[in-house]
């Protein structure tokens, strides 16, 4: 028997209490004094542990005793990889428009052409999809440029590719603003989740969130969610773009919603990323110990909780790694990475190229290339079961992609292991 190398045990100073964390089961679990010397010697020697005794049943269950870790690593390597690549499952993100009536002034596609979806196009993607005859289950993701400047592609293909796969659902990235010329046909177009950015309150969101023609747009976002909640079960989560500048419009914005919509919408934080144009003056949050700075404080004085606070496991990791995973462009391109749409260079093949993979160098370096599987470094780390390696186009870029907890692990645990206990005793 070993201690797996995914095991955190430590005494919180802050909370006066001994604490073991394993994110191989992702549990953590509060430890008297005894408990923790016995564990301790456990840590040291874990064969000393009578395998008939109840704690190790729950030591075994709770993976923090394994029968060894090159095992343990092995078989996380062997589901990861029986899942990315599962012949029967087909992930497309479909960009049927690359147009967007919005002007944010951080958006990577800014400078690419704007292009929208044929006919011809969206039959090569049926016909596409039909020659995938192994595929018993079909995830859609519609997305841009605005996907719903194309409602009527979006409607064509739902009905066309509903057809050739009984399991089949769907989910939109949207900015919101024409959601309601898409509200009576949501069930129809089986989308069950949607993603929408605000950018804080309405003052600092209509600044960076606006229209082409500069007007504002939190007012009508908020007023199409209302008409779409009070007629649908659909999970919206809003993302919250965080840079230095509006970090402080986080919590305004969260007491909004939740006053609004209760538990029916999801707001999460996403830091800015640098792709050229978002980082004026060095707004960007620059490393992930800043965002957990950021996560923490957020917590700590606002006493709002985000699941970033907390490692949360991740099943298939990046869809750049899954054989059966593409983003198709309005022109019928194919791309491993949604950052990448519309990047010639990026393209991977095409729905019209006779075995539709044209460039395999490039698809092979984007599936093996930064592959956290293949780096030791990313497994032996102690939230690899986490977190797979994080965005594979950023590693690629040799840039930072570990989560907020790494740099802050103890503090994090410390404040799950706080708010479950309130819970547990407002309960």
Known sequence: MEWSIYNHLYYSKKLETYLLYSSLSNMLIELDKDGYNEIVKIKGNPDCIDTQDEQYRFLYDGRFIVQSNESEINKLMLTTLTQ????????????????????CPYCYEKDRANKRMSKKVQDRIVDFVKKQTSVQSLGVVWYGGEPTLAINTINYLSSELQKLVENYSAFMVTNGFQLDKIIDSIDDLKIT??????????????????LINGNG??????SNMDILLSKHNVGISIRMNINTINSNQYAPLFRILQARYGPKVHLYPAFVHDYGRGCQANT????????????KKLFEEEGIYTKDLYPFRIAKGCMM????????????????CWHHLGEKEKEVGSIFAPQTITNYGLLSDMMIKGNPILDNQCKSCILFPSCYGGCTDDKNKNENVCIPAKSMLENFLDIRYAVKTLACKSN
């Open 84 to 103: 990315r690549f599962n012949p029967n499952s087909l992930s497309l993100t479909i960009a049927p428009t690359r147009a967007c009536n919005f002007n």
């Open 284 to 295: 960007c949050y620059g490393d992930n110990y800043q965002k957990a700075v950021f996560l």
């Open 193 to 210: 989740g949607l993603q929408i950015t605000l950018d804080g309150t309405k003052e600092t969101h209509d600044q960076t969130r606006h």
């Open 321 to 336: 790694q899954q054989l059966n995973a593409f983003v198709i462009g309005p022109e019928g391109e194919l791309y491993k």
């Open 217 to 222: 747009t939190f007012d009508k976002i908020l």
